[in-house]
């Protein structure tokens, strides 16, 4: 499938109950994420208001329901490394292998395109044996959408009983020109910019 019938928004601070619930099953019984335990609604939505100050937080929907979201953070906290995302995607457990990962993450690559970011990164959790806890569908997605191996960690999260490697994947989306253009805040990009991304307002 191809992510149809999927409507890519902007995501709102009024959506963190509902975001919430998405992600707290990762926390639970999965290795996806190394959080031991779930943020609340409020953490949650505190969370989306920190990015959305910068970075876009997208969601998406299906017959009217939120089925997932990924979003854009700093990739570290240096001027330097300003023109770098890493980029991260959830989806509801019952949404998956239906195109909805490839369309979200579509529309977050041409909304940091048009803020000028030029490279992204994605922190990966990866094992050697695939568990009840974690595959490498995540791993081969990233690949899938063009991302290719940075560096790994090894054993250096432990949940559930088990060490877990983690590696780094990193894709080049624009040039790197010598000056690159200044990045802008996801906030001030054009109602035509958005759509040209395959974002919606609301």
């Not at 990015?51 to 979003?71: D, N, S």
């Not at 509801?92 to 195109?99: F, M, V, Y």
Request: proline share 5%.
């Amino acid at each position: 499938m191809t992510g149809a019938g999927v409507r890519v928004r902007k995501a709102t601070p009024a959506d963190a109950k509902v975001l919430q619930r998405i992600y707290a099953p990762y926390v639970e019984k999965t290795a996806v994420t190394f959080e031991y335990d779930p943020p609340d609604a409020a953490e949650f939505q505190r969370r989306m208001e920190q990015t959305l100050r910068r970075y876009p937080y997208l969601a998406a929907e299906r017959a009217g329901e939120l089925v997932g979201y990924a979003y854009a953070g700093a990739f570290a906290g240096r001027a330097a490394y300003d023109w770098a995302a890493e980029v991260s995607i959830y989806l509801r457990e019952d949404c998956r292998g239906q195109g909805t990962g490839k369309r979200l993450y579509g529309a977050l690559e041409g909304a940091l395109r048009a803020q000028n970011i030029l490279a992204l990164y994605a922190c990966i959790a990866v094992t050697e044996d695939e568990d009840e806890y974690l595959t490498n569908n995540s791993r081969e997605f990233h690949a899938h959408m063009g991302y290719r191996l940075a560096g790994t960690f090894r054993q250096c999260g432990y949940k559930f009983g088990r060490w877990y490697d983690m590696v780094w994947m990193e894709k080049t989306i624009a040039p790197h020109a010598v000056p690159p253009p200044p990045v802008r805040a996801f906030g001030s990009l054009s109602a035509a910019e958005l759509e040209k991304a395959g974002i919606e307002e609301g």
